[in-house]
């Protein structure tokens, strides 16, 4: 899997936007980008996932370069809730069954402040 | 959506002895689940993979003799931990994946289990 960098830590005020970059400079052109976050003592959850065009869901959305070779996500109003690690991971379209195990870097510990 | 239940959510047991941690899907059929463990301050490493009515794939280091795993039914995974030792205190973790109509996947994780051996 193509490897992915994150800035280890970001802080943000509550009721604020939140943008969350991930670096995929080796993605390929069938590289999922998946982003999860765990909240402490929480296993991960998903977030939201996309393969070129900008994504919303109810969670956050997720704009992509055109070069595909970086992303964002985008919390649009912070919650103390939000408070999390946040993992953004490339996945082959074609991975699953046996393969479909995500591997995590360090992602981004998120701190969001009152 | 799909949901992975795990449990217990915590368990704290002397030195030389066995836990089993439960992995159940409980809306969907999983023939295949994953493994983590997590150190604190560390991220998720796969440990194994678990596949129904067949053997487990375990990643390079980990020992397949302490950390049995049993993918019995489409629904549920265990994970014993053998002779438990203070060093295998840690948050292990479960999933499983779903494929997504149009491409990739998306994996459901289960709440953890904080294992303490003391």
């Known amino acids: 899997d193509a490897k992915t960098t994150q800035p280890n830590s970001m802080e943000s005020n509550e009721e604020e936007p939140v943008h969350l970059p991930c670096n995929h400079s080796?993605?390929?052109?069938?590289?999922?980008i998946h982003w999860y976050r765990q909240l402490p003592s929480q296993g991960p959850e998903y977030v939201i996932h996309?393969?070129?065009s900008n994504v919303n869901n109810r969670m956050a959305s997720l704009a992509i370069a055109e070069d595909r070779k970086s992303s964002t996500l985008i919390l649009h109003r912070a919650t103390l809730r939000d408070a999390a690690v946040y993992y953004c991971?490339?996945?082959?379209?074609?991975?699953?069954?046996?393969?479909?195990?995500?591997?995590f870097g360090k992602g981004t510990k998120l701190s969001v402040k009152p | 959506g799909a949901v992975v239940s795990q449990h217990p959510s915590w368990v704290i047991c002397k030195s030389g002895t066995s836990v089993k941690i439960e992995c159940r899907s409980l809306?969907?059929?999983?023939?295949?689940m994953f493994w983590y463990r997590q150190f604190p301050k560390q991220s998720l490493m796969l440990m194994a993979t678990?596949?129904?009515?067949?053997?487990?794939?375990?990643e390079q280091g980990v020992e397949k003799d302490k950390f049995l795993i049993n993918h019995a039914s489409l629904t549920l995974s265990t994970l014993t931990v053998t002779s438990a030792h203070p060093e295998d205190s840690s948050f292990y973790i479960c999933?499983?994946?779903?494929?997504?109509?149009?491409?990739?996947?998306?994996?459901?994780f289960g709440q953890g289990t904080r294992l303490t051996v003391v």
């Open positions: 080796t993605i390929s052109g069938t590289d999922y």
């Open positions: 678990s596949n129904e009515g067949s053997k487990a794939t375990y």
């Open positions: 996309g393969l070129t």
């Open positions: 999933s499983a994946s779903i494929s997504r109509r149009g491409g990739g996947t998306e994996a459901f």
């Open positions: 991971i490339l996945r082959d379209r074609w991975y699953g069954g046996s393969q479909g195990n995500l591997i």
């Open positions: 809306d969907f059929q999983a023939t295949t």
